[in-house]
């Protein structure tokens, strides 16, 4: 079975800096891989996925991930972070199972932005 | 284009009663999938439903059921609640169960169950 860690509970930026999500999964065979951000009392929003080919991925909001197969690593980065930017974020890894596709969610990543 | 609206948004319940949250997913999109999210936690797959039928289940126990509705919309059932129920339950609904489908969230409904 497929399992996502995200190493840092909390983790606090000053609005300018660079950002680091860090995200370790556990699969067996080439996995999906997706980063969602929850803002308080909102759903998940799908900020990028990686499927397959370029292994550096371009979302919304500025953010980017990269996949490194040999750290089974799918770390979230931000050159420069906004107030808004506060939020959960989520990693997941999805798998086939059955015929449908379900996706595993990490505990997730509490941003905290400093002015 | 209307997003994933979930109902109630808030419901406050005591253990052993059942509730009935629902659920209206995304114009156009077949596929329901229901999480819970306890309270500084990741969300857990409960059940997926395609097309009407049970498509994929998490662990979760019998006592927790759904229904998809010919317009997909869909219905999550809990019978008997207990004390760690409680929790904000998302649906997500998707063009299809394929891996290349986005999920797309409601806001949810918070339960607590006392």
């Known amino acids: 079975a497929q399992s996502v860690t995200q190493p840092d509970i909390h983790i606090t930026v000053s609005e300018g800096a660079s950002l680091e999500l860090r995200c370790n999964y556990s699969?067996?065979?080439?996995?999906?891989l997706f980063w969602y951000v929850q803002s308080p009392g909102q759903g998940l929003q799908l900020l990028l996925k990686?499927?397959?080919?370029?292994?550096l991925v371009q979302g919304i909001k500025g953010f980017e991930a990269e996949f490194k197969r040999s750290q089974s690593s799918f770390n979230l980065r931000k050159p420069s972070v906004h107030w808004s930017d506060a939020a959960e974020y989520f990693c997941?890894?999805?798998?086939?199972?059955?015929?449908?596709?379900?996706?595993?969610f990490g505990r997730g990543t509490s941003l905290i932005v400093h002015p | 284009e209307t997003g994933v609206t979930q109902s109630p948004t808030h419901l406050i319940k005591t253990r052993g009663q059942q509730v009935t949250l629902r659920c209206s997913s995304q114009?156009?999109?077949?596929?329901v999938s229901w999480y819970q999210q306890a309270l500084g936690q990741g969300p857990q797959f409960i059940f997926q439903?395609?097309?009407?039928?049970?498509?994929g289940r998490g662990n979760f126990p019998p006592r927790f059921s759904g229904l998809q509705f010919p317009n997909y919309s869909s219905e999550l059932n809990v019978n008997a609640l207990e004390l760690d129920d409680s929790a904000l339950y998302l649906c997500?609904?998707?063009?299809?169960?394929?891996?290349?489908?986005?999920?797309?969230f409601g806001n949810g409904t918070r339960l607590t169950v006392t």
């Open positions: 997500a609904s998707s063009l299809g169960r394929e891996y290349n489908s986005p999920l797309h």
């Open positions: 699969y067996g065979a080439t996995p999906y």
């Open positions: 990686y499927f397959s080919g370029d292994t």
């Open positions: 997941a890894v999805g798998a086939k199972g059955g015929g449908s596709y379900i996706p595993t």
């Open positions: 114009s156009g999109h077949n596929t």
């Open positions: 439903y395609y097309r009407e039928e049970e498509n």
